[in-house]
């Protein structure tokens, strides 16, 4: 007896989706108290990637407290999933679900943090070496953190200061009409800061508190001290630079001098790509920020892919 089954269209549909991926929550023991991580592991993987947040109180995700919540990192894990790639991304200390206090960090303390987790996830993937996907501060901490890893296969870095941070901030500020006033004032806090000196509250204009509060002040006399280019030429792996068209934080010229400082850096720009690593509808400042904003809007076209191809033919662009 011959049977027919008639399908319907969502249930063929449904049959041509990729199976859905499962992400595993791990709390890990760090140096400074317990770091919350989610672990991307499909069947098989072909490499494995960890990857650094940026800058500020930015969770596993790529999200911060308030609006921006573009969630750029889960989106990148999910994408290079189904490439075969296995994952790890963590909050930051004292962001999110992870111990410690987020104000009393050094790049040395994230990259304690990162030894950690890369560490984990070579266990947990089988892969003899694990590739170190950064962006923004992360990209920064990916090359301090590089050669005290273990064993590195290479480094993605995306939107990465190729300017020592202090000079990246003062572009960014003076890039908005609005901070004019304080333009002054920001140059002469970073100034200062850069020299390794703590600034009374009573001393930072209002406006201006969040940035340069007392209780970041270690951290930023830190950062300001890095100089990426100096970090970049003492990695001598396979490295990636990738930067977006439409970003606003960083520039092509830091692009492309991180690239040259890197002993096999490659660089690739990505169309229309904005800072939070996905595509804004035009080049205004408007649609710009909408990218922060949106987490259902999708990465930019071809990101994940260039990134797994790269990290596949094991730096081979």
């Not at 930015?58 to 573009?70: I, Q, V």
């Not at 590089?146 to 064993?151: S, T, V």
């Amino acid at each position: 007896m011959a049977f027919r089954t008639t399908f319907s269209l969502p249930l063929i549909l449904a049959l041509l989706l990729p199976i859905p991926l499962e992400a595993e929550e791990l709390l890990l023991s760090g140096p400074a108290g317990p770091l919350a991580a989610t672990l991307m592991l499909p069947e098989a993987a072909k490499a494995a990637a960890l990857i650094l947040p940026g800058s500020g109180p930015t969770d596993r995700n790529g999200n911060a407290p308030g609006a921006l919540a573009p969630n750029s990192y889960a989106l990148l894990a999910e994408a290079l999933s189904t490439k075969g790639i296995a994952s790890l991304r963590a909050d930051k200390r004292g962001i999110g679900q992870s111990g410690g206090d987020a104000n009393a960090v050094t790049l040395d303390a994230y990259a304690a943090d990162a030894a950690v987790l890369a560490g984990e996830l070579r266990d947990r993937s089988g892969a003899p070496c694990v590739w170190i996907i950064g962006h923004s501060e992360g990209g920064l901490i990916a090359l301090r953190a590089a050669p005290d890893l273990g064993a590195v296969c290479g480094l993605v870095l995306l939107a990465t200061p190729g300017r020592p941070p202090g000079e990246v901030l003062r572009t960014q500020i003076s890039a908005n009409e609005a901070n004019f006033a304080l333009l002054g004032a920001t140059g002469s806090l970073i100034d200062r800061i850069t020299k390794g000196e703590h600034i009374k509250l009573k001393e930072i204009p209002e406006p201006l508190r969040g940035l340069f509060h007392p209780a970041v002040q270690d951290y930023l006399i830190d950062l300001f001290a890095q100089n990426p280019l100096s970090l970049a030429a003492t990695i001598d792996l396979p490295a990636l630079v990738v930067q977006g068209e439409w970003d606003v934080q960083i520039t092509s010229l830091d692009a492309e001098r991180l690239t040259q400082a890197l002993p096999q850096g490659v660089l690739a720009f990505i169309p229309r790509m904005t800072h939070a690593l996905k595509e804004a509808a035009d080049s205004s400042r408007a649609a710009g920020l909408q990218t922060y904003l949106d987490p259902a809007l999708p990465l930019a076209p071809g990101l994940a892919g260039f990134i797994a191809d790269f990290m596949l033919t094991g730096g081979d662009p």
